[in-house]
T-cell receptor, first 115, second 111 residues
Framework: DAGVIQSPRHEVTEMGQEVTLRCKPI?????LFWYRQTMMRGLELLIY????????DSGMPEDRFSAKMPNASFSTLKIQPSEPRDSAVYFC?????????????FGPGTRLTVT | QKEVEQNSGPLSVPEGAIASLNCTYS??????FFWYRQYSGKSPELIMS????GDKEDGRFTAQLNKASQYVSLLIRDSQPSDSATYLC???????????FGSGTRLSIRP
């Protein structure tokens, strides 16, 4: 398997623009996670899907952030409008459910810079 | 607020020695514990999972869990320069479907 695939790998955009990050989980994994990592705040869970259904979105910072998982092989994280404080590395991870949900496989990440 | 605490380091260990990384957690009901390694500029990679008290060994890595003390550790034997990375401790929240990550310990293996 190719592992978790994320695109784009780097994104530079101006404040106010819409940003869409994409993720393809590992085939057969039914849990998908979006994380954000910064030096100041470390690795933060934004949202968790199980079987394509959002289970916990308490980490989504505000209404500017939204995430979808239309099918088992694709998810998006959208920021609209983007702000400089959104600059971070965004990771997508996937896993099996139950006791194995902590055994997560991370994608390479998207480094987002908002100017 | 459930927490996972790690010393940020850097922890400097000579090549060939044992590196010991420690983690404490606040959620007494947690049953699943994980160690991830993250090289600079890369994504976290799972290296160990442990679910019961005691030791679990995998090659040069040993995870140790003490639920009574709410303490989990990672030992790396025969440390190599390639072990230099940040190590993230993670704990499954007992009342929610999520993993709580510590802020990580930066390990440096000096030749």
């Amino acid at each position: 398997d190719a592992g978790v695939i994320q695109s784009p790998r780097h994104e530079v955009t101006e404040m106010g623009q819409e940003v869409t990050l994409r993720c393809k989980p590992i085939s057969g994994h039914n849990s998908l996670f979006w994380y954000r990592q910064t030096m100041m705040r470390g690795l933060e869970l934004l949202i968790y899907f199980n079987n394509n259904v959002p289970i916990d979105d308490s980490g989504m910072p505000e209404d500017r952030f939204s995430a979808k998982m239309p099918n088992a092989s694709f998810s998006t994280l959208k920021i609209q409008p983007s702000e400089p404080r959104d600059s971070a590395v965004y990771f997508c991870a996937s896993s099996l459910t139950g006791i194995k949900m902590g055994e997560q496989y991370f994608g390479p990440g998207t480094r987002l810079t908002v100017t | 607020q459930k927490e996972v605490e790690q010393n940020s380091g850097p922890l400097s260990v000579p090549e060939g020695a044992i590196a010991s990384l420690n983690c404490t957690y606040s959620d007494r009901g947690s049953q699943s514990f994980f160690w991830y390694r993250q090289y600079s500029g890369k994504s976290p990679e799972l290296i160990m999972s442990i679910y019961s008290n005691g030791d679990k060994e995998d090659g040069r890595f040993t995870a140790q869990l003490n639920k009574a003390s709410q303490y989990v550790s990672l030992l790396i034997r025969d440390s190599q320069p390639s072990d230099s990375a940040t190590y993230l401790c993670a704990v499954k929240d007992s009342s929610a479907s999520k993993i709580i990550f510590g802020s990580g310990t930066r390990l440096s293996i000096r030749p």
